[in-house]
């Protein structure tokens, strides 16, 4: 039992303290985030040097380093992303009555940037273990990756508790590219999905070996975690103080998404 319990309390601490972190450097001066930024590549340097290392050790203490090192290469991402150093060519908020294609490209310009330093840093991942025996960095990557732009989609169609109030002011813009519903059609498939996938990887480290066990727990705890998360923003309660120390003391100005974005639509009918 425990080989299941201490994965899993490692993956909660892992989550909710990068996450508190990553947003405390935020909130710095801005002059301070090329220094943060320089932090975040020395570490990604770091990671990337871990994950060829530990490639051929399928020990149980190579297994939780391995998912300290995807996450420290998925940090490199939201840390440039959140800094406003790694973002898009555009940061003009959403055109006034934006919608289908318009909106969705203006939106995407806002992130295009970061979306392809995500993609090359997965790929480098995939790269770098391709028929290695410990792919749990890859794996995390993968998770943190895709659960990830599942939330960003379900927030562009809409959703409930939509995190305004946690952006920068140097990324205030992109709340406009938000829209406020109490549900979308794509939440339910990404709810079922991410909770199939926790079933498997769970049902994967039941009865495994040392290795295994832990290596799927870990994986399986994040994803369990980030179909919580999903769930935080239909949830109709104010939950960003899970990381109050890591938050801006107010909101910032003009976080708000726009007022045609703002519907009480149970299940929209188009995005």
């Known amino acids: 039992m425990l080989q299941h319990i201490l994965p899993v309390l490692f993956a909660v601490f892992v989550w909710w303290f990068g996450t508190a972190l990553v947003f ?23 990671a990337l040097y871990g994950v060829v290392a530990l490639a051929d050790d399928v020990s149980v203490s190579a297994a939780y380093l391995g998912f300290a090192c995807g996450v420290l290469v998925w940090a490199w991402g939201e840390i440039g992303f959140l800094t406003g150093l790694v973002t898009g060519p555009s940061r003009k908020p959403c055109p006034p009555g ?38 749990v960095a890859l794996h995390t990557y993968l998770v943190l990756w895709v659960m990830r732009q599942s939330a960003k989609i379900n927030i562009y169609l809409g ?55 832990a290596s799927s727990t870990l994986v399986a705890a994040l994803m369990a975690l980030a179909v919580i998360e999903h769930w935080f923003l239909m949830l109709p309660l104010p939950l960003d103080g899970l990381w109050t120390w890591g938050r801006p003391g107010q909101a910032p100005a003009n976080t708000a998404p726009c007022p045609q974005h703002v519907e009480t639509a149970r299940l929209p009918s188009r995005p």
Request: hydrophobic residues 55%; aromatic residues 8%.
């Open 24 to 46: 405390l450097l935020d909130q710095l001066p801005r002059r301070s985030f090329r220094w943060t930024m320089a932090g975040a590549t020395a570490a990604l340097g770091g």
């Open 98 to 135: 934006a919608e289908g294609w318009v909106r969705f490209i203006a939106a995407l310009r806002t992130i295009l940037h970061h979306e392809l330093a995500i993609l090359a840093l997965g790929l480098l991942l995939v790269a770098l273990l391709w028929d290695a025996p410990n792919q």
């Open 159 to 213: 959703a409930r508790n939509l995190g305004e109030s946690m952006l920068p002011p140097h990324l205030a813009h992109l709340a406009s590219y938000f829209r406020r519903r109490t549900m979308n059609a794509l939440f339910p498939v990404s709810i079922t999905a991410g909770t199939v996938a926790v079933a498997v990887l769970v049902q994967r480290g039941l009865g495994a070996g040392d290795f295994e066990a």
